[in-house]
């Protein structure tokens, strides 16, 4: 039985109803510089990529939803491409920045999906995955109610996210705020 298009209905006015936190500051988070190739997986309508235009920066979307990406497609400088976290259609160190801002959560194999990220994913290049932190009551209740949704999502620990990383060659740091938590991986130069 197909499950309900969440993001799809939402599409049209998902901007309205989730604007980008204003106390990130997605480029030092993402410790860009000039002309670089990002890629936000997850990213939908491009509500957070389309901060980071700019600086030659190549910014790539890969989402799921054909009507996330049609949103995300009217914001010119974007590139929209359709497709699933755990297939990410591009070859090897391709990015030099991978972004997951609030979907890591909502991939069908999390575990597959970390393995893609790595895989894309630039000798010296920076992943930030942004989560809720379900280890907060709030996130908790939010869960629940995906849950009642039917959603399908399954909300992991920072810990565990971060443990996919663990025995490969990077330093991984989690940072939480706000009921947000942040798992920033840097891939070594030397791999």
Not at 16 to 21: A, G, I
Not at 106 to 114: C, I, K, P, T, Y
Not at 150 to 170: T, V, Y
């Amino acid at each position: 039985m197909p499950g309900i298009d969440h993001f799809g209905l939402l599409a049209p006015i998902y901007e309205r109803l989730f604007h980008p936190p204003i106390d990130t500051d997605w480029s030092s988070l993402l410790n860009l510089a000039h002309s670089q190739s990002i890629l936000d997986v997850g990213g939908g309508t491009g509500r957070i990529s389309q901060l980071l235009f700019g600086n030659g920066h190549k910014i790539a979307i890969l989402d799921a939803s054909l009507q996330m990406l049609a949103e995300a497609r009217a914001k010119n400088h974007l590139q929209a491409v359709c497709g699933l976290s755990e297939c990410i259609p591009f070859p090897p160190e391709t990015f030099d920045r991978i972004l997951m801002v609030d979907a890591f959560h909502h991939l069908g194999d999390q575990a597959a999906s970390g393995h893609e990220l790595w895989r894309v994913l630039k000798p010296g290049g920076r992943l930030v995955i942004e989560e809720p932190d379900i280890s907060q009551f709030a996130v908790k209740l939010i869960a629940v109610g995906e849950k009642l949704l039917l959603m399908r999502s399954h909300f992991w620990q920072a810990e565990k996210i971060a443990g996919l990383f663990q025995d490969l060659p990077c330093q991984v740091q989690i940072n939480r705020k706000n009921g947000s938590v942040w798992i920033i991986v840097d891939r070594d130069f030397s791999t």
